[in-house]
């Protein structure tokens, strides 16, 4: 399984960017994904998770009412919609996908198939 984060960029603040995270040689029908967040000098952490159904969803309170999850299955891609861009936004973003059916293990273990990262740097 190769998992391939796109769509990172150089953006001012209030901005928007959209991630993708696509693969190949899976189909991603059956995998929860989640995108995961490292600053410079900070610990990684979990910023949006879509189940693998796609009936729930988690963002992280900080960018909750800025940040879309979705999947679209028949382009095997999950989307990370990102609105009102902040500087604190800035760091690479990983995309990560597992068989679990729910967000909570992926978010926790942090186990399963890491693609590369993209990175977003907020201009303020």
């Known amino acids: 399984v190769q998992l391939q984060a796109s769509g990172g960029g150089l953006v001012q603040a ?3 960017l959209r991630l993708s995270c696509s693969a190949s040689g899976v189909t991603l029908d059956y995998y929860s994904i989640g ?3 490292q600053a410079p000098g900070k ?3 979990g910023v949006s998770c879509i189940s693998s159904s796609g009936g729930s969803t988690y963002s992280l ?3 909750k009412g800025r940040f879309t999850i979705s999947r679209d299955n028949a382009e095997n891609t999950v989307y990370l919609q990102m ?6 936004d800035t760091a690479v973003y990983y995309c990560l996908a ?8 992926l978010l926790l273990r942090r186990v399963g198939h890491w693609g590369w990262g993209t990175l977003v740097t907020v201009s303020s």
């Open 61 to 63: 309170d900080s960018v």
């Open 43 to 45: 610990e990684r952490e």
């Open 83 to 88: 609105n009102s861009l902040k500087p604190e």
């Open 14 to 16: 209030g901005g928007s």
């Open 35 to 37: 995108w995961f967040r």
């Open 98 to 105: 597992h068989h679990f059916r729910t967000c909570g293990p």
